[in-house]
Each structure stands twice: as structure tokens, then as C-alpha cells.
């Protein structure tokens, strides 16, 4: 199970706070942690993914730009060919 970035900072932050008062320095450190793995999901969720979204978007276009299709059956034609493996149509 994974859990959202949001709870790792609310767990965090009052791990912090109430370590840092009862000066339990370990839970204190454990509370940044948490606090920094929140942040970290953060930023990849909102920056790094969609990213990463528009780069496969961008490839498919790419792929989908160079495909071929016979003007009589309209099957999709493997590069290269200088016939339809379908149909036999002549491709110029």
C-alpha cells in the first residue's frame, strides 16, 4: 500500500513537535524523515510525473506520425513495404 504525500507530512509534523518538546531527539529525526518523504512525493506527483506523462504522450505522436496505412484497406503497413500484406495494393 502507498500512502499520499499529504500523510506522510501530517505525520510528520506532529511526531516533530511533540518530540522536539519531550526532547527525544531518535522520534525527532523520524519526524523529519517522514516530513522529507512527504515533500519528495510531493514534488514528484506535481513536477516530475506529469513530465514524464508528456514525454510518453510526445512518443506516441512520434510513432503515431510515422505510421503507414493502405489507401485501400486501411490495415497498417510495417515500414518498409512496398506492398500491402493484406490486400497486395502496390505502394509507391
Known sequence: MEFP?????AVGIPVL???GIAKLYLFIA???AFIIIGI???VYEFILAPRKVEQQAKAV???RRNVRYCPRCHVTLKPG???C???GMKLH
Open 5 to 9: 504525500w499529504w500523510l506522510w507530512i
Open 17 to 19: 513537535i511533540v518530540s
Open 30 to 32: 523520524i519526524g523529519l
Open 40 to 42: 519528495s512525493k510531493l
Open 61 to 63: 505522436e512520434h510513432r
Open 81 to 83: 513495404v512496398s506492398a
Open 85 to 87: 500484406q493484406v490486400c
